[in-house]
């Protein structure tokens, strides 16, 4: 008889176990139940999410998440699944499931909010133009006028540049230039395939600090962008703890230690205090 109790214990030990495993229904409880996440981060964009060789991501967005997913998890050890997440399949990613978060500067948008659940802004950036070092022609953002604007696959930075408000802000005329990504459009501006490449300051100055004199920012803003936290369309509870986390990183100084730490040298004027949150409704 003790030995089929014992087995019926195991039983139901196995039977709690697998229901457990298969009982959350947020992110923020896989993560406290499971101790395990996955999180979604570019893997092209240096001083922001940047993989060379094996081991995980490096950069400023890669410190945000593992700083909030700490957070998440309440002192619970995390083991953290990193995958590349490009700007042109980020809603997909989320959507079917193959990541639980993403943090890959992912602007909020009006016509991303139908699509997904954003926890932040975690910083606000503002929108710039970097252009070949010696091209004298463009000073401003008014000179990208009749222009080659890199349009990279999955961002919607050029239609700040290109069209009329509400959406746009400058409606400038301009040629735009097809790329797979932001490295992609770096490449070709550094290969004179195009004359400018315009999107968060942050990210620009990451690929300028990389390669130190070939490119200038224009330090011309051309808006304000708000950089959240990708979650799954109507995970709510994630939303909320993750905008509580963004608060704490912010109050303890850890924001603004890791905007030194990733662009302290590039001569910007960092973020300095804590977005007010988008709200999860």
Known sequence: MRGVALAGAAVAVLAAACGSSGSYTTVVSKIRITGHVVVGT?????????????????????????????????????DITWRESPSSAREALLQNGSVDL?????????ARLPKVTFGGPY?????????????????????????????AEGSNSYRRIVDPPPDGKLDLPA??????????????LSDGELDAVSTENLL??????????????LNDPVSEE??????????????????QAIASMWHDGTATRLLHKWFGKTGLELPSRLPKPQGCA
């Open 42 to 78: 570019k893997w092209d964009q240096p001083s922001l999410g940047l993989l060379i060789g094996p081991g995980d991501p490096q950069g400023f967005d890669v410190d945000v998440a593992r700083y909030v997913v700490d957070h998440l998890a309440r002192g619970r050890h995390v």
């Open 226 to 243: 708000k950089w959240g936290v990708g979650i799954k369309k109507g995970d709510t509870a994630t939303c909320e703890a993750v905008n």
């Open 175 to 188: 040629a735009l230039v097809d790329a797979a990504n932001y490295s992609d459009c770096v490449r070709k």
């Open 204 to 217: 620009l100055a990451g690929f300028a600090q990389q390669d130190p004199g070939r490119f200038r920012l």
């Open 123 to 151: 910083v606000l950036v503002q929108q710039d133009t970097m252009v070949r070092a010696g091209d004298a022609r463009i000073k401003k953002v008014a000179d990208l006028r009749g222009r080659r604007l890199c349009l």
């Open 102 to 110: 993403v943090f890959a500067s992912y602007s909020i948008t009006e």
